[in-house]
T-cell receptor, first 113, second 110 residues
Framework: GAGVSQSPSNKVTEKGKDVELRCDPI?????LYWYRQSLGQGLEFLIY????????KSGLPSDRFSAERTGGSVSTLTIQRTQQEDSAVYLC???????????FGPGTRLLVL | KQEVTQIPAALSVPEGENLVLNCSFT??????LQWFRQDPGKGLTSLLL?????REQTSGRLNASLDKSSGRSTLYIAASQPGDSATYLC?????????FGQGTILTVHP
């Protein structure tokens, strides 16, 4: 079956612009996660959704970052007023339940110039 | 705050060798531990998940063990092949959120 998909695969933007990253989880997976992978910081947790609610937003680095999930499916991660330090690969994962295997998408590579 | 450490940072072995990758974590209050592989420029592929109540899991040539009380896990790869070359990441789960180690870069040369 289809895995987790993310779009765009690559995004180049100018400092100060807003960007939206999209994640389509595996059908039927109620849990959805966003992570960020950068050279200096490794893989970091950003936010976790159970259904449409986000019980854990503890990893969002600043109030410029927000995420939503609608219909218990697609999620978008929005970064406002992008900064160069936001450059990273943004990975989305989904799982059937909170304690089950997380399946990752291919990621969106974001470059802020 | 949970911290995950992986040793070694890099490993280069000839084809056919058995090898062990190590992972340690500081907080034993975990739900499970997952091992992933990541190929250059790609996402993560799940290899094994061990629930906190389990001691080990096996999949093909891979065997992962978990000692929750001592905060350690090992990934054993039998009869390594060049196709096993990748970065191996361990991650511990608490309330869904995964905390990752920095990874072990494995190179298996023919």
């Amino acid at each position: 079956g289809a895995g987790v998909s993310q779009s765009p695969s690559n995004k180049v933007t100018e400092k100060g612009k807003d960007v939206e990253l999209r994640c389509d989880p595996i059908s039927g997976h109620t849990a959805l996660y966003w992570y960020r992978q950068s050279l200096g910081q490794g893989l970091e947790f950003l936010i976790y959704f159970q259904g449409n609610s986000a019980p854990d937003k503890s990893g969002l680095p600043s109030d410029r970052f927000s995420a939503e999930r609608t219909g218990g499916s697609v999620s978008t991660l929005t970064i406002q007023r992008t900064q160069q330090e936001d450059s990273a690969v943004y990975l989305c994962a989904s799982s059937i339940g909170q304690q089950e295997t997380q399946y990752f998408g291919p990621g969106t590579r974001l470059l802020v110039l | 705050k949970q911290e995950v450490t992986q040793i070694p940072a890099a490993l280069s072995v000839p084809e056919g060798e058995n090898l062990v990758l190590n992972c340690s974590f500081t907080d034993s209050a975990i739900y499970n531990l997952q091992w992933f592989r990541q190929d250059p420029g790609k996402g993560l592929t799940s290899l094994l998940l061990i629930q906190s109540s389990q001691r080990e899991q096996t999949s093909g040539r891979l065997n992962a063990s978990l000692d929750k009380s001592s905060g350690r896990s090992t990934l054993y790869i039998a009869a390594s092949q060049p196709g096993d070359s990748a970065t191996y990441l361990c991650a511990v789960s608490s309330y869904g959120k995964l905390t990752f180690g920095q990874g072990t870069i494995l190179t298996v040369h023919p």
